[in-house]
């Protein structure tokens, strides 16, 4: 499905009701928004583990604009800013109030730009593997912790100057390290509709990414807050 935000057509999909019988009433579920990572990937990278949610609230995918089914071809659209602002559009055009906002990775940096710049919108905030500043050493020791000195290299040699090689070198042989359980499926990695530009434009220690610093505006966030992250993941360390 789609709908229009801030000019940008977005696509969107749900699981589960809104509305549920109670007993002789009808009632309202909590609504949760999931903001997907990449940037460059899609919303089916929350699927379907979070779909598990829907005993106790509907739950929204969306792509963010530039990526995956959503237009938006503007490279000086793709800013946490606007995609940030395109997050409280998208509540506005669904009739979203108070939503449970998940931001994982690329879309914990998106939710924090929402919740700094848009405070008392969000009902309750669940980041996961995510930083209000990117420390790329940290990320660059992580990787060669896992998986050694050369998968390192191609993580630095990614971030330092991204190109379509060197991401699709890091996506084959840095991404699979993001999980640690041996039997853990990699058919999420083909699911996704990829847009390499959007990725290659924000990523890396000279572009947003490594410029954005939400730390100072933390203080704005009044709702409630859930931090999660791996203790092995090398792309957010602890």
Not at 136 to 160: M, N, S, V
Request: hydrophobic residues 35%; aromatic residues 10%; contains cysteine.
């Amino acid at each position: 499905m789609y709908t229009t935000v801030n000019g940008a057509r977005i696509y969107f999909d749900v699981d589960g009701e809104g509305l549920t019988p109670d007993g002789a009433t009808m009632r309202q579920k909590p609504t949760v928004v999931m903001v997907h990572g990449g940037p460059g990937a899609d919303h089916s990278v929350s699927k379907p583990y979070f779909g598990q949610l829907t005993d106790i609230a509907q739950v929204i995918y969306y792509d963010h604009r530039g990526n995956g089914r959503s237009s938006g071809n503007d490279p000086k659209e793709w800013t946490l800013a606007q995609w940030g602002d395109d997050l409280r559009g998208l509540c506005d055009a669904l009739g979203i109030e108070k939503p449970i906002v998940i931001g994982t990775s690329f879309g914990g940096f998106v939710t924090l730009y929402y919740a700094t710049q848009h405070p008392g919108h969000a009902g309750g905030l669940v980041l996961i593997s995510t930083a209000a500043k990117v420390d790329f050493e940290e990320i660059y020791a992580a990787f060669e912790r896992l998986g050694g000195p050369d998968i390192a290299k191609i993580a630095r040699e990614y971030w330092e100057a991204p190109t379509d090689e060197g991401r699709a070198l890091y996506r084959d042989r840095c991404v699979p390290l993001y999980q640690r359980s041996p039997s853990a499926s990699t058919d999420w990695l083909s699911r996704i509709l990829w847009r390499n530009d959007t990725a290659l434009h924000f990523n890396g220690p000279n572009s947003e990414h490594g410029k954005m610093d939400f730390r100072d505006a933390l203080q704005h966030i009044t709702c409630p807050v859930l931090l999660m992250v791996g203790e092995d993941d090398p792309i957010t360390p602890p």
